[in-house]
């Protein structure tokens, strides 16, 4: 049994909720799971495990019973605080990681039998719908994935599922103490469709059905890629997650300063890397990392050379905080605007092809980023319910293995008249690696295509965007209509200046200066145009 200690909650988190309430800020207080007493898991050997920052099995019994006791003191006290006013939401855990589930430990196979044989019943319904001809689960539990698609396709299912299970059940902590506290977890989206995203087992569709935000740990860097700004993964990234679910971004660990960096960095690298993630749907930024670099700290690299010791830049990202509230209407009708053009998120194919799925994912997201269109992801659970909202385009990014169901449904797309195309090797086989029975028509666009043609085709824009020079590699151009006109954001993202020509019917009007905008001039780098 286990009794808690209350300390920590009167000395340190209520005076922060205190404070918070006094200068009119909010706190996101962060349960922290990946903390633990040494002494149980001393006690409890055989639940180590290296999941990250966490080290422990969180879906053992003795885990829960330990994280039970811990919420249980903190969560009615939260509750009744009369500072709960400062509180803005809970996020339940920091940077989740399940890599340490591994299928040579026995208590992972024991989990993942039991997992089966709940969501099947009998063996017979795992063979029906794999194509396999297992004698028992025992059997099945007992195949090293690496050697079987079908395995391992239901042994990564099954850690995603358990892994989000886990945080399902501290959501549901809070709930039950605080019924209308919102909830979300602070995941490393950008890893989350990369090959290590696989050892993670954290996806993002999963986390959002138990949240009210879309929680993360994202950012971009100067010069850390060959833009200016490396802004294409954490755009993926919240496109990706908007889509899953459309509600709004918590961004709770927002890196924009590389750790330990020494350089000076411009104000326009800081003012774009928060401005543009309103425009992706974020909602809340919290940048790392706001505190004083003693000498006593000078040893931990994620502490120096952090926007605290910044000024400029610290003034940089409250412009683009204010701007942002600013033109809140405009934002959230951008925001909610409904893509038309659509990327095929497929777990299936990042599970079981994931270096060449998540490479060219990347790739064609970046180069549709150019077109003008707004980009959006559709996934295989959003196909099997049918649901195409209003994507008059699907892309498949090396897609080989896509489940059954969300083949039929791209078939019933493209005879209603929806266009699929496809980079790389086009869908193949199902979730399990068995040859696809029908193969969706995909037509295959080759590298260097030019894409916003072939968009253009299917939803054309009222307006262009010239550019001086080869191409318009590098400037983000994304354009959505609003009432009787259109919104459109367009940043230079090259590492020099280009000149660019807007033409079409109508005005432009340049709502971040709030006067008209000439239709032909020199966009500098990282200074966003609304």
Not at 284 to 289: A, E
Not at 450 to 473: H, I, M, N, T, Y
């Amino acid at each position: 049994s286990f009794s808690a200690d209350p300390g920590e909650f009167y000395n340190r988190i209520e005076p922060a909720l205190k404070a918070a309430c006094a200068n009119h800020v909010k706190v996101a207080l962060l349960l922290s799971p990946h903390y633990h007493p040494e002494w149980w898991l001393e006690d409890h050997p055989e639940l180590k495990r290296g999941n990250g920052l966490t080290h422990y099995e969180v879906n053992a019994p003795e885990s829960r019973e330990m994280l039970s006791a811990y919420l249980d003191c903190l969560l009615p006290l939260l509750r009744d605080t009369p500072y709960r006013n400062g509180l803005h939401s809970i996020v339940l855990a920091n940077e989740p990681n399940y890599s340490g589930a591994i299928w040579s430990n026995p208590m992972t196979r024991k989990l993942f039998r039991e997992w089966c044989e709940e969501r099947y019943g009998e063996i017979a319904g795992f063979n029906r719908i794999s194509g396999r001809n297992f004698r028992n689960f025992e059997e099945l539990a007992g195949t090293d994935p690496a050697e079987n698609p079908a395995v391992r396709y239901e042994f990564e299912q099954f850690r995603r599922c358990s892994f989000a299970d886990f945080h399902r059940f501290l959501a549901e902590k809070v709930k039950q103490y605080m019924p209308d506290m919102p909830v979300h977890v602070k995941i490393m989206v950008g890893a989350t469709w990369l090959p290590m995203g696989v050892d993670f087992a954290v996806d993002p569709e999963l986390f959002a059905e138990f949240s009210d935000y879309n929680g993360n740990d994202a950012g971009m860097t100067w010069k850390s890629d060959h833009w200016i700004s490396a802004w294409s993964s954490i755009a993926l990234s919240h496109d990706l997650q908007y889509s899953l679910r459309p509600m709004r971004i918590m961004n709770t660990e927002n890196h924009i300063i590389r750790d330990g960096e020494t350089q000076i960095i411009p104000e326009e690298h800081i003012y774009t890397s928060v401005f543009e993630q309103f425009l992706q749907g974020a909602a809340g930024i919290v940048t790392w990392v706001w505190l004083e670099n003693t000498f006593e700290r000078d040893r931990d690299a994620a502490l120096r050379g952090s926007i605290y010791h910044r000024p400029s830049n610290i003034v940089a990202h409250a412009r683009a905080l204010l701007d942002a509230n600013r033109l809140e209407e405009p934002i959230t009708a951008f925001v909610q605007a409904k893509p038309r053009v659509g990327i095929l998120y497929s777990p299936s194919s990042l599970i079981q092809n994931s270096a060449n799925w998540s490479r060219t994912l990347k790739e064609t997201y970046t180069e549709l980023c150019f077109t003008g269109h707004k980009i959006g992801f559709i996934s295989e659970k959003h196909l099997e319910a049918g649901n195409f909202r209003e994507l008059r385009v699907i892309i498949a990014t090396d897609a080989t293995h896509i489940s059954q169901g969300a083949a039929e449904r791209l078939r019933e797309f493209a005879v209603r008249g929806g266009k699929l195309f496809a980079t790389g090797t086009p869908p193949q086989f199902d979730s399990y690696g068995n040859p696809l029975t029908k193969r969706p028509a995909f037509v295959l666009v080759p590298a260097g295509k030019e894409w916003k043609a072939l968009l253009d085709e299917s939803s054309p824009l009222p307006f262009q965007l010239r550019v001086d020079g080869p191409d318009r590699d590098g400037l983000f151009f994304r354009a959505v209509p609003d009432r009787d006109g259109w919104l459109v954001n367009v940043v230079n993202y090259n590492r020099e200046p280009r000149r660019i020509t807007l033409s079409g019917d109508g005005e432009f009007y340049d709502l971040m200066a709030e006067r008209p905008l000439e239709s032909t001039g020199e966009l500098a780098p990282l200074a966003p145009d609304c």
